[in-house]
């Protein structure tokens, strides 16, 4: 008497991925499974004598090892995926430091510039005042230009870097 088995669903390891919930599971194709060659496997009769041969034809990986190589790769896909990750977040951190940048340089030149012609005002108004307390306006244009000079002056000399010692 012959007895022929058939095979069960393969048990899922703790080396085999996860299946994702927004992926179907990944099966073997017809045409890949018959490319594989027939595992022969004895199976023992009622009797415990050898009887006949089933020819088992499997797409998943049989052994140990070809489960881990098979784990190993979806390890590397995982890893390559989560590189690209990586610098696709480096590349938008680095365009956002960039562009607040830009936004900080647009902000100190408007404001720079808006504060160079107040403080242009500023002068002419004190040059103006002071013409006018002292009967003419060109006395108080000549102090406010002086005084810009010495200020210039002492600047230049307060500010003055020191010659390398080499």
């Known amino acids: 008497m012959s007895q022929t088995r058939t095979q069960a669903a393969p048990v899922p390891s703790p080396v085999d991925p ?14 890949a499974a018959e490319a594989l060659p027939p595992t022969k496997e004895a199976l023992p009769s009622s009797n415990g004598e050898t009887g006949s041969t089933t ?17 190993l790769s979806g390890v590397g896909e995982d890893l390559k995926k989560i590189a690209g990750l990586r610098v696709a977040l480096a590349k938008a951190e680095l365009t956002e430091q960039v562009n607040y940048g830009v936004g900080r340089a647009k902000q100190g030149s408007v404001a720079g510039a808006i504060a160079l012609v107040g403080a242009f005002f500023l ?14 306006m060109f006395w108080g244009f000549l102090i406010v ?8 002056g002492v600047a230049w000399l307060v500010l003055k870097p020191k010659p390398p010692t080499t």
């Open 18 to 31: 996860p299946p994702y919930e927004d992926e179907p599971p990944r099966r073997v194709k017809p045409a």
């Open 55 to 71: 020819i088992l034809v499997s797409g998943e990986p049989s052994s140990r090892l070809a489960r881990l190589g098979k784990g």
């Open 123 to 136: 002068l002419v108004t004190t040059a103006i005042g002071l013409g006018s307390l002292l009967g003419h």
């Open 145 to 152: 230009t002086s005084g810009l000079f010495v200020g210039g």
